[in-house]
């Protein structure tokens, strides 16, 4: 295997660092692993500033006494009477007044902190909201007509030839919203009991951004953005196109998200409580952002939801490369199920006819980015006939006949498609198709800014077959490409290469709690679905994590309905389910999107969790096992020694064998380093050594059997903080199969220094000035009137090497020092003044950011966000200006595991004393 030089020692990477500071430039590395401290003005403090300005949330203390202190009833106005009592004017935003969560939001301008909020007696937990965004993902096509499944060896198709389809049950689809005017949900275009979508609720506007002025509900669902329809129909769409996974299944629509933009927190509570208390037997969450905290606002709500009996499906999220330790927000939710992506085992096709006079051949290609070929004969004009031409349409040409008419062929390869496609578009052209290579995977084609109007990918085959029929020639008079023709169900293409494979986009775990997640892998590459008609033509093949987790959705749905309804289950029968889901997972292969060698070492559990999820062995397995996951911890909480329960719901006895599989291991960090690996990481020839006793059982009819599992971690230095994992196989002679993942990290999450890879060691952060970028020196004058736009502020800059329950930047007196430090820090007293609220990025963009910051993920630079850059204008968290005098700044950050109680728990780090005026 090979190996990857380390990355350069910390103060090379400081170097470079205030390189790209002085000149407002990136400083390049190389490309695995990534600059760290890459500096551009998009990539400074993306994960922490997306806090929507003043506005909190609450969770009420106890809020049945909350109405009796109330003339009205209403908890919520007694909470804003008591806020107000305390000198808190606020303007509420969204209500919740649930058995699951109660409590409200609001906006605040006044000088109030979260502390300060905590502090209330009314108040049990308050959060700052955060914005959250639709996730990043991959519009592979637009469909022009082809029928094709998602299901090949799924089990799903299985399930429909019996009649399982859903009947009976509603899914709740908290998203974007939904076209539900679209053929896929009925022939009415409405909304109503007799169509697929029988309810929805909008709970944002179209407006809406996810911005402090908060949202401006309605009663009408429909989808502006795509993302909702696409996931919706994965479920439920029923179309000559495409086949969902319960197409007999209704949907309850819940749009949280305006027509761009992001939405808050606090709305996807809403809306998880709204489709609970609605009936909802499954909900779907195709969303997130980096997180990683179970601890979160809506990853809790979604937690408490799925222990209340109701299934919960979230996806895992599109940041793979990022490597491990990079979980999302919502895919951290305890008792939800998280979805990885695997590529989907067909290609949607579509086909043309190639004629040559009397000679025609149908020649199926992926269609392209842009739209569909229009639907009538084109002329073909080839810019080479040698398809081992590696620069083909790599440079300018000019062609010998008017091509504003005729389908552009080019070979793949020598550069980038839209390289070709300017090309081709310089030259007159508006159509192109792509040729592949020999022996390479196909892909659709895509560009980032469209310039033409139809794109296609054809196998090499044919393109060889074409190349023969030009004799040599770039056209041939009699040459057209006919796409009117078009049959009403075409074969799909296989994909041969990656089908079944993990998505490499797909976001690892595990969380910073050391839970696994994602726990189930399922189709999200390559995924045909509906869009919304008003956008093109009303299908599209995209790729992310949000297609993935709708069909584990579906599959419940499938069993619910084959169970005669969630009520005949009760909350023990959809543990059951969450059971029955997770360890219906075929372990999956390795693939790091270039190869699938070595074939036979299993990806790791914090990428696929129990594998490729399996309909047949969910709905007709006679047995399930708990627990169905086996988080075995770091060194410091270490779970080693397990029970494991086998259940047989069967009238018939039955022999079952347990065995292990061991899956890659890897280490989380490089030598010398302390930031997790980039995707693909390096895997390590070591894993855990497991005692299963007894490994075969006679368990009789609906009779229960236990195993004791015992696992030892690697002989393996605990410094680069080694992950392993594997599986529990148990086959039982019915023909059932259960696949329980397990995961440890060999090491103290506890140990690790977040900050240590700024700075100068063992420091981990820097205080800088905001022009020169050097260290602030003793006496230092910073005055803040003057500074508004790019003048001399104090300045602070870390990267998170890792995650953590809370991060500080406090303003102390000049002479604090450590022994001052209590919890709670109380302003005034001991020398603490205040947290800060910083205002200005690098560039001098006005923000918000309110210190402290809780459940903050980790930094990357691959994935944008390098490292966290503020600027202080002498301004504190509860917006109060600080008088002229003598200060530091006091950077802390909790370890994991950490008790922000203990001051050995935190990492602190403090300036030099300097002088504030104004």
């Known amino acids: 295997m090979p190996t990857r030089q380390p990355r350069s020692m910390m103060h090379t990477l400081y170097n470079l660092f205030f390189v790209a500071l002085l000149g407002f430039q990136q400083a390049t590395l190389a490309a695995r692993p990534p600059p760290r401290l890459a500096l551009t003005r998009d990539n400074i403090g993306k994960m922490e500033s997306e806090y929507v300005p003043g506005r909190f949330m609450v969770e009420f203390e106890d809020y049945h006494t909350l109405p009796k202190r109330s003339s009205s009833g209403d908890p919520v106005i007694e909470f804003v009477r008591a806020l107000k009592s305390h000198g808190i004017e606020v303007k509420p935003m969204l209500n919740f007044t649930s058995e699951l969560f109660n409590g409200a939001s609001f906006v605040t301008h006044q000088s109030i902190t979260e502390e300060e909020l905590a502090a209330l007696p009314e108040v049990k937990v308050v959060r700052q909201v955060r914005r959250i965004h639709l996730p990043t993902y991959q519009i592979e096509s637009v469909d022009s007509g082809s029928k094709w499944t998602s299901h090949a060896n799924t089990g799903v198709l299985e399930m429909h030839k019996k009649g399982i389809l859903g009947e009976g049950v509603t899914v709740g689809v908290i998203d974007s919203g939904v076209d539900y005017t679209h053929p896929a949900f009925g022939s009415s275009g409405k909304i109503g009991p007799t169509n697929t979508i029988i309810a929805g609720d909008d709970f944002v506007g179209d407006d809406y951004r996810g911005e402090e002025d908060g949202p401006v509900p309605d009663n009408d669902p429909m989808d502006c953005q795509g993302h909702g329809t696409h996931v919706t129909a994965i479920i439920a769409g029923n179309d000559e196109k495409f086949v969902s996974v319960a197409p007999k299944a209704k949907i309850r629509a819940y749009k949280t998200f305006g027509c761009d933009g992001a939405t808050g927190e606090d709305v996807l509570v809403a809306a998880l409580i709204k489709a609970a208390e609605d009936g909802c037997d499954v909900i779907n969450v195709s969303v997130g952002a980096v997180g990683g905290w179970s601890d979160g606002l809506w990853p809790s709500v979604a937690s408490r939801i799925a222990e209340s009996g109701v299934i919960v499906v979230v996806a895992a999220g599109n940041e793979g490369e990022a490597g491990p330790w990079y979980a999302s927000t919502g895919g951290s939710a305890i008792n939800a199920i998280t979805v990885a992506a695997s590529v989907n085992e067909q290609f949607a096709a579509s086909s043309a006819i190639f004629a040559f006079g009397t000679v025609s051949k149908r020649i199926e290609y992926l269609d392209e980015y842009a739209g569909s070929f229009p639907g009538k004969k084109l002329k073909l004009y080839a810019t080479s006939t040698n398809l081992l031409d590696p620069a083909d349409a790599c440079q300018p040409f000019t062609p010998k006949q008017d091509i504003s008419d005729a389908v552009v062929l080019v070979k793949r390869g020598g550069c980038t498609f839209a390289q070709k496609e300017a090309n081709i578009a310089a030259a007159g052209g508006h159509y192109m198709l792509v040729a592949n290579s020999a022996n390479t995977p196909p892909l659709y084609v895509l560009t980032d800014i469209p310039k033409l109007k139809g794109y296609g990918l054809i196998s090499f085959e044919d393109g060889v077959w074409i190349a023969d029929m030009l004799k040599g020639k770039n056209s041939d008079p009699a040459a057209t490409v006919d796409f009117s023709e078009v049959p009403g169900q075409l074969p799909a293409i296989t994909d041969s290469w990656y089908g079944g494979k993990l998505a490499p986009f797909t976001s690892w775990g595990p969380t910073w709690g050391a839970h696994i997640k994602p726990e189930v892998a399922a189709p999200g590459k390559n995924i045909l679905s509906a869009w919304p008609r008003k956008a093109g033509t009303g299908y599209k093949v995209m790729s992310g994590t949000s297609m993935a987790a ?161 696992f030892k971690p690697p002989a393996q230095s605990t410094k680069q903080l080694p992950i392993y994992s594997g599986h529990i196989r148990i086959v039982s002679s019915n023909g059932d199969i259960h696949t329980i993942p397990y995961m440890g990290i060999h090491g103290s999450l506890k140990a690790l220094n977040q900050w240590s890879s700024v700075g100068s060691p063992p420091q981990g952060v820097s205080f800088l000035d905001s022009q020169q970028f050097k260290s602030i020196g003793e006496g230092m004058r910073f005055n803040i009137s003057e500074s508004a736009d790019g003048g001399l502020l104090p300045a602070v800059i870390y990267t998170n090497d890792m995650g953590s329950a809370m991060v500080r930047m406090d303003l102390v007196k000049r002479n604090w020092t450590e022994t001052d430090w209590t919890w709670p820090p109380v302003e005034g007293e001991r020398g603490f003044v205040g947290s800060l609220r910083f205002k200005y990025t690098l560039a001098g963009e006005p923000q918000d950011w309110r210190f402290p910051m809780e459940y903050v993920p980790r930094n990357s630079a691959i994935a944008g966000s390098s490292y966290q850059f503020y600027m202080w204008k002498g301004t504190l968290a509860n917006l109060t200006v600080v008088p002229n005098g003598e200060y530091k700044i006091n950077a802390r950050i909790l370890r994991l595991f950490g008790d922000k109680k203990k001051s050995e728990d935190w990492i602190s780090a403090t300036s030099a004393w300097f002088n504030v005026v104004q």
Do not use: C, M
């Open 550 to 710: 709708p069909y584990v959705a579906g599959i419940a749905a499938l069993y619910i309905g084959k169970a005669g309804g969630r009520s005949a289950l009760g909350v023990r029968g959809i543990d059951e389910l969450r059971s029955r889901i997770i360890t219906s997972g075929n372990p999956i292969t390795w693939n790091d999107g270039a190869s699938t060698v070595p074939a036979a070492e299993y990806a790791p559990v914090a990428q696929q969790g129990s594998g490729y999820v399996n309909a047949a062995r969910v709905l007709t397995g006679a047995s399930w096992v708990t627990p169905f996951k086996l988080e075995l911890n770091d060194t410091d909480n270490a779970s080693l020694n397990h029970v494991i329960t086998f259940r047989n719901t069967s009238p018939k006895p039955v022999t079952i064998s347990v065995s292990h599989q061991a899956a890659a291991s890897f280490d989380s960090f490089l030598p010398g380093d302390s930031i997790p690996q980039v995707f693909p990481p390096f895997f390590q020839n070591y894993s855990a050594s497991v005692t299963l006793i007894p490994n075969r059982i006679v368990v009789g009819p609906y009779g229960t059997a236990f195993f004791a599992a015992s």
